[in-house]
């Protein structure tokens, strides 16, 4: 069964696009079969993936008003791995399923055929709390959070989990926290090294073991529309995602054990 999460952050640049492309680049490269929605009308995830953003293109967009499937949507790239992109078309949205019943469980509905074909979802979520965004967090089982280790990242942070609390208490009752992810980290910052000693503090081991370091490969990666291990295989960027998409099947496995072991005890 697939394992679906939701890359968010309300908070804008914190690297959520990064992680979703990359991510999925690696977790494919070991071998997973991986989808990657992008849910942001901005479709950075879509062309950052090679995937040019044609208007005729069938969409996130027509999947969400009921107009295309799934399986008829997606797109595979260059790089292992199945892409729904986005384009500017999805902004509008919003506006249709206002309209529409169960708007709030469209993506998770659309999902259910094609969860078989797939080890891991990753949704790119938009930098704000929409329609879109809470249609990420129903549909998938569990957030990873990128987040920026800055003063204000505790109190956005604050804000993420109130809004997990209430998806939880009205749309989704399993949704979990899967992790946090440190981004954009510059260990040389004083307060840097505070506000990452503070979260984990917070939030023990649900913060990943692995930091993703400001990288410029990371940055320039996208404007060839690749991930970055089909850019700079050996930058310390590429290294960074490859360690935590092994971080994250350690995890999975190490989890799946434990129930193992528990069933065996049962
Ligand atoms: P938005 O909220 O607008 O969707 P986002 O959270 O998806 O933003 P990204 O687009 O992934 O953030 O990153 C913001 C900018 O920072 C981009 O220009 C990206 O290339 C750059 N960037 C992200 N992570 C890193 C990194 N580890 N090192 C260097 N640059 C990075
Ligand atoms: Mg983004």
């Known amino acids: 069964m697939a ?9 804008g640049g914190v690297g959520k ?18 989808l990657m929605i992008d849910l942001d009308p901005q479709g950075n995830a879509t062309t950052g993936c090679g995937v ?6 069938p969409t996130v967009y027509q999947i969400l008003i009921g107009r295309s499937t799934l399986a008829e949507a997606r797109v595979r790239t260059n790089f292992g791995f ?8 999805l902004a509008g949205a919003e506006v249709e399923l206002i309209e529409m019943g169960g708007r709030e469980f469209r993506l998770r509905d659309a999902l ?31 957030v990873m959070i990128p987040m920026q280790c800055e003063y204000y990242a505790l109190e956005g942070l604050t804000d993420l989990v109130a809004t997990l609390k ?23 910052s004083t307060l840097t090294q505070q506000v990452s000693g503070e979260l984990v503090e917070h939030f023990g081991d649900k913060v990943y073991r692995t930091i993703i ?11 060839y529309g690749k991930p970055v291990i089909a850019f700079d295989r050996a930058s310390k ?26 069933g065996v005890d049962a």
């Open 112 to 142: 259910l055929p094609v969860l078989g074909d797939y080890d891991f979802v990753l949704m790119d979520c938009p930098p704000a709390l929409n329609m879109l965004t809470v249609n990420g967090l129903v549909a998938a089982q569990a």
């Open 166 to 188: 209430k998806v939880r208490a009205h749309l989704n009752s399993t949704l979990e926290i899967e992790g946090l992810l440190r981004t954009l980290f510059d260990p040389r």
């Open 17 to 34: 696009t990064t992680t979703a492309v990359n991510l999925s680049a690696c977790l494919a490269t070991l071998g997973q079969r991986v």
């Open 3 to 11: 394992r679906i999460l939701a890359v968010t952050n309300q908070k």
């Open 213 to 223: 370091p400001r990288n410029v490969r990371l940055a320039e990666a996208p404007s």
């Open 52 to 57: 040019v953003k044609r208007v005729a293109l």
């Open 237 to 262: 960027g590429a290294q960074a995602y490859m360690a935590l998409a092994q971080e994250i099947l350690d995890r999975r496995d190490g989890a799946s054990g434990a129930a193992v072991a528990q």
């Open 82 to 89: 199945d892409i729904l992109p986005a384009n500017r078309e």
